[in-house]
């Protein structure tokens, strides 16, 4: 299997059948084995009953049913860990991520990255909404200083050796770039054109982006800290102090029950 494409799905009915079928015109048109798994995340606009019957005339479409709205990163995560191709891409339920674009992304893979960002010029996002989305922004240049220059979306092309990395983490806050980026080697950025929305509005407010970026700095940057000055302490009692960050920055008492939210990235 070449690729797998993972969408998280909420309340998208409307767009579903035009997703499928754009993305089965494309990998058909380019010769590419394929499978697209659609994670219903507790929708109650009848995605549900449409994914099902997609997948009833369509053999490629895996299914996945999640018991209640979880988030979409939850969705992500679950549909990543049943992934079986060379590369997973994943894209939004809305048609704003242009199929078109998806050979940008496969070209700068091919030269050597195991993470490619498609990134619009663009996100469409106005007064405090894109206030929220560079305070995330900075986050991410902040705890991945190797990757400072770059940024992170939904849009994105994943090699098979950084996806088998994750693991799954039940409850706990994740966050997909944030867990991709403590394992990848070699990340791109790619531009991007970005389609209207035509069914819809966003989800996302500076609410929860503000919400977001509080759980990525106690998730992936105090407890960082905090995990670093307890290695600290051990080695300086060993081997003496190595200035290393773990490789994991998170512990089996995380945050539970806390809904991963989004602020398009």
């Not at 449409?50 to 479409?61: G, S």
């Not at 030269?111 to 996002?125: A, C, K, Q, R």
């Not at 994740?174 to 394992?183: R, V």
């Not at 790619?190 to 509080?214: D, I, M, Q």
Request: proline residues 2%; positive net charge.
């Amino acid at each position: 299997m070449e690729y797998s494409v993972v969408v998280p799905v909420y309340n998208s009915k409307a767009t579903l059948r035009q997703l499928v079928q754009e993305l089965e015109d494309f990998f058909r048109e380019w010769s590419f084995s394929f499978e697209i798994i659609l994670v219903d995340d507790g929708s109650t606009d009848g995605s549900a009953e449409e994914i099902r019957m997609l997948a009833a005339r369509k053999d490629y479409i895996q299914k996945i049913y999640l018991p209640s709205n979880m988030g979409q990163q939850r969705a992500l995560f679950t549909g990543l860990l049943q992934a079986k191709g060379d590369w997973v891409l994943t894209m939004d339920d809305d048609l704003q991520h242009d199929i078109r674009e998806v050979p940008k992304l496969i070209a700068q893979a091919k030269m050597g990255y195991d993470l490619v960002f498609g990134i619009y010029g663009d996100y469409g996002s106005k007064g405090l909404r894109a206030f929220g989305s560079k305070l995330v922004g900075q986050f991410f240049r902040w705890r991945y200083p190797s990757f400072s220059n770059l940024r992170v979306s939904s849009f994105r092309l994943i090699s098979r050796q950084l996806y088998h990395h994750l693991e799954d983490r039940g409850d706990r806050f994740s966050y997909l770039s944030a867990e991709l980026l403590l394992h990848a080697q070699h990340v791109a950025n790619v531009p991007v054109s970005r389609r209207e929305r035509v069914y819809g509005k966003s989800g996302y407010n500076l609410k929860k982006c503000a919400v977001l970026y509080t759980q990525l700095w106690y998730n992936y940057g105090v407890k960082c800290l905090v995990l670093r000055g307890r290695k600290r302490h051990e080695e300086e009692n060993t081997n003496g102090w190595s200035g290393q960050l773990p490789e994991k920055c998170h512990s089996a008492d995380e945050v539970h029950g806390v809904r991963s939210g989004g602020c398009g990235l």
